[in-house]
């Protein structure tokens, strides 16, 4: 009897570690939506710093990490005023097309020392969309 429990001992153990190994990379990679593809948050570039300059500029150029972009419809784009991100905050919401990059807002809907926040998301053709990414700076020479 104690051959028998060894073996099946010893496939539970290899189960577990098979779940334990894999389960987090799983969860890590489930689809989003109703679409069985995953697509990650874009990281955003600039601007991300409380030392924003516009003199002499015409725009603020917003960029971000543009990976695989034959898959993208649109980004959806937001402004907000201060570090409050709802919609008491939003100063601006626009949908560009994949291929505008950078965005350039007029440097007229900026403050000299007001801090902005912005948000990007990216949606697919087929309507899946990224986790929106937030990002803060803040306006010191105008």
Known sequence: MKNRIKPALLIYLIFLSIIFIFTPYSYSRMPMGRNSEFIAAVTLLYPTTDNVVLTGKDYLEFRWERI???????????????????????????????????????????????????????????????????????????
């Open 68 to 142: 695989n972009t034959a898959n993208i419809d649109h980004y959806d784009f937001r402004l907000y005023k201060g570090y409050n991100t709802t919609a008491e905050g939003l100063i601006l919401k626009q949908k560009f097309p994949s291929n505008t990059y950078p965005v350039k807002i007029p440097v007229s809907q900026f403050e000299e020392g007001q801090a902005y926040s912005w948000s990007l998301m990216q949606v697919l053709y087929g309507g899946a969309k990224s986790d929106r990414s937030f990002a803060s700076f803040k306006i010191i020479k105008k």
